[in-house]
């Protein structure tokens, strides 16, 4: 069965660089969402999309911007990275709202 | 503000013991509750989902309950192994218009041989 998609899955960026990370949902699913796990915590909701449109909003710093493409992948870009953005993005899909959502191996960002 | 709390944050075992693992949330408003596995440095793996007018789900050697109105949920994990060793997550979702997963820190579950 088809999952959800991250890449890069390992990522490593200077401070005040621009990192972009994908997201490939399963296939028909209408509703993407961005977390963060930071070392050791439980992860964050950033942002999600319901239709290519911005359906919630949670901590995402404005450094942050996503936007989903008419093919149903999400892009998270992070610009100005610090130090404090490493952490485990993940990606997850659901094929509607309030159903199982099914989640990416995630994209380890690595800030020196 | 939801806020969800699990506990023992770890717990080791000999294997083939049963165990269960505790999870209470603040506001039983929830759409549904979903459990997660969670190895090191890895994805989050779905395990199990309950909606709100469920009480309970099965999957193998796992077993989720709901108790909506005491906001509080429970996985039972019958003859523990050794590759059940992870971080143990539940997650739910609240009424009231956002369709975000609030999770709770974990379990460390360790299985020992």
């Known amino acids: 069965a088809a999952g959800v998609i991250q890449s890069p899955r390992h990522l490593i960026k200077e401070k005040r660089e621009t990192a972009t990370l994908k997201c490939y949902p399963i296939p028909r699913h209408d509703t993407v969402y961005w977390y963060q796990q930071g070392p050791g915590q439980d992860p964050q909701f950033l942002i999600s999309f319901y239709e290519k449109m911005q359906s919630d909003k949670g901590s995402i710093p404005d450094r942050f911007s996503a936007q989903q493409f008419s093919d149903y992948h999400s892009e998270l870009n992070m610009s100005s990275l610090e130090l404090g953005d490493s952490a485990l993005y993940f990606c997850?899909?659901?094929?509607?709202?309030?159903?199982?959502?099914?989640f990416g191996q995630g994209t380890r960002l690595t800030v020196v | 503000k939801q806020e969800v709390t699990q506990i023992p944050a770890a717990l080791s075992v000999p294997e083939g013991e049963n165990l269960v693992l505790n999870c209470s949330f603040t506001?039983?408003?929830?759409?549904?509750l979903q459990w997660f596995r969670q190895d090191p440095g890895k994805g989050l793996t779905s395990l199990l989902l309950i909606q709100s007018s469920q009480r309970e789900q099965t999957s193998g050697r796992l077993n989720a309950s709901l108790d909506k109105s005491s906001g509080r949920s429970t996985l039972y994990i019958a003859a523990s192994q050794p590759g059940d060793s992870a971080t143990y997550l539940c997650?739910?979702?609240?009424?009231?218009?956002?369709?975000?997963?609030?999770f709770g820190k974990g379990t460390k579950l360790t299985v020992n041989p």
């Open positions: 997650a739910v979702i609240t009424q009231g218009g956002s369709e975000k997963l609030v």
């Open positions: 506001d039983s408003a929830i759409y549904n």
């Open positions: 997850a899909s659901t094929p509607r709202a309030y159903t199982e959502a099914f």
